[in-house]
């Protein structure tokens, strides 16, 4: 039973354009959700975070924004550039247990030049 | 600054066999993970420790162990190999709780 679902798992968007990913979550006591990016051979880096307090967090060309009515949370990269390619993981986790965090199986951008 | 170290990179066992994946980090966190990725799954927590000595299970525990001896060091020990935990394994680290984690470039291990 998959509490955090991608269930794109790939997607191209063409470089310059805005690409969407999404995420959705079942467990209502997921308070704060992180992106994370993670390049072939590599380990994940942290991306962007956002808490259930708020609805949108922005840093430079990455967007999160956060429903949470719908249990939806997307990540907003413009403009794309070729070096977003890789896979995307969202996670989430309840502040009963930060510790442990359930991440989704992920969604692979590709950005063609 | 090396971050997270993960050894070995890549590693064959025998169903049956024994061996410890090392992780060391020089940032001197407090929080400590063990993940594994299986092909096409999100990363799933296998063990975590929030300060030396004290280790907790997460999702995936079975046929494993941990130790955390020191703030640097936290290897992860399967002791009879199964063919399900071919996977590739990821070390993380973090401050505090709820803060982002720092990942290692995991180990590709692989049960024949």
């Known amino acids: 039973d998959q509490q955090v679902k991608q269930n794109s798992p790939s997607l191209s968007v063409q470089e310059g354009r805005i690409s969407i990913l999404n995420c959705d979550y079942t467990n209502s006591m997921f308070d704060y959700f992180l992106w994370y990016k993670k390049y072939p051979a590599e380990g994940p880096t942290f991306l962007i975070s956002i808490s259930s307090i708020k609805d949108k967090n922005e840093d430079g060309r990455f967007t999160v924004f956060l429903n949470k009515s719908a249990k939806h949370l997307s990540l907003h990269i413009v403009p794309s550039q070729p070096g977003d390619s890789a896979v995307y993981f969202c996670?989430?986790?309840?502040?009963?247990?930060?510790?442990?965090?359930?991440f989704g199986p992920g969604t692979s951008l590709s950005v063609i030049p | 600054n090396a971050g997270v170290t993960q050894t070995p990179k890549f590693r064959i066992l025998k169903i049956g066999q024994s061996m410890t994946l090392q992780c060391a980090q020089d940032?001197?966190?407090?929080?400590m993970y063990w993940y594994r990725q299986d092909p096409g799954m999100g990363l799933k927590l296998i063990y975590y420790?929030?300060?030396?000595?004290?280790?907790d299970k997460g999702e995936v525990p079975n046929g494993y162990n941990v130790s955390r001896s020191t703030t640097e060091d936290f290897p992860l020990r399967l002791e009879l190999a199964a063919p399900s935990q071919t996977s590739v394994y990821f070390c993380?680290?973090?401050?505090?709780?709820?803060?982002?984690?720092?990942f290692g470039d995991g180990t590709r291990l692989s049960i024949l």
């Open positions: 996670a989430a986790s309840a502040q009963t247990s930060y510790d442990k965090v359930i």
């Open positions: 993380a680290s973090s401050y505090r709780t709820g803060q982002p984690q720092h």
């Open positions: 420790s929030v300060g030396a000595g004290i280790t």
């Open positions: 940032m001197n966190h407090n929080y």
